[in-house]
DNA sequence: CACGTTCTGCATCGATCGGTACAAAAATGG
DNA sequence: CCATTTTTGTACCGATCGATGCAGAACGTG
């Protein structure tokens, strides 16, 4: 009953919590985990610190939603690419998506799956751990739209949707890689196409 | 004339500096630069601070010889891959180089090159350009042995060696991507087997 | 109005960060 | 022996780390 949402009691937050949260993927995504203190990230978001732990928890916890925000915002494009109606189609969707996303003209370098806690002390084991998931995930769907593939008759009886989707995630780890380091989207995407011309790999 | 190598006046060391840059190798190979602290990084060396500043002046200067022995040490297989004699050969060797030094049994999982410094604050920002700067250099040296290889007939006349050397280094970054989430060995010679089967990329 | 609830600003916490001051210890040269 | 040079252990530096205590402000409710 009632009218759905209702304005709770209390005061009211003095911030939006949506772009804050949008502020702290940006700061995570550009210094990582580690790399981003407490004051990098509540400067960017506007807000106290104390703001900070009442609305998102803690610093692992604001870097979980960060990182949930970024898959349906930045990364959003694996999901549209797995829909593609062919693995070629797939492949080249994802590579090139990794490419555009990991090169934006505005906005941080590289990838945060990647480089948001690759190598970690221990403070930031959890962030790394939950990065190794991330990408495990994103394997998964990969090399399960590849069997897909197969059953469709769209890949070969022989090819191996593991493997395929090995080679797709090296491709946009690398990208990621070369994205941090400065190498410009067009450089890449020359690179990419030629990567896909031995599709599926023989 | 003297016997060449003199001793020193003043006390002398108490302990192997090449042993203790080996150990602190280890540790920024590991937990990357920033999460490697000065608590960390001496107490693998087995020595105090003040022996580590007094024997590498200071973290940054520490990490650069770490970089340095990793060149000269796990990373050396790229030189002796650059003088196989078939560009092939040099990007075969060249991937599978990287897949044995990122998954050694013993020792950390990926790349320093890649995983020591890849996004980070302030703090690591030299650190991060330095390997940005080591990378660049891995890459040049591979496109320059690719533009040999055409000289010598031994690639086509149409193929690329900026983009050839694009894609083996974008391979390896991606291997060593894989490798610190746990991806083993084996998978990963087989993917890098395939994704060498187009060469020359057409 | 008073009340309960939630959020905010300020001050601060103990722990750890990278880095050093200082004097004793251990070597060489006279 | 003494003087010089270099390294070592101890104790410590100010700054920053992530995180919190607390009082008051700002809301809805009765």
Known sequence: MG?????????????????????????????????????????????????MY?????????????????????????????????????????VAGAIRTTTRPTGPNGCLGVQGALATGDSGRAARDLLITWRGNDYSRIRDRFRRAIDDGDLPEGADPALLARYVTTLTYGIAVQAASGVHRDELQEMADAALRGWPLR
């Open 3 to 51: 009218t759905g949402q209702r304005r709770p009691t209390g005061r009211p937050r003095g911030f939006d919590a949506d772009e804050a949260l949008e502020r702290a993927l940006l700061v995570f995504w550009e210094r990582g985990y580690e790399g981003a203190s407490l004051a990098n990230l509540t400067e960017a978001m506007g807000i106290s610190t104390t703001s």
């Open 54 to 94: 009442a609305a998102f928890g803690n610093k692992e916890e604001l870097f979980r939603k960060a990182l949930e925000r970024y898959s349906e915002g930045p990364s959003a494009y694996l999901a549209r690419a797995l829909e593609e109606p062919t693995a070629l189609r797939v492949a080249t969707a994802i």
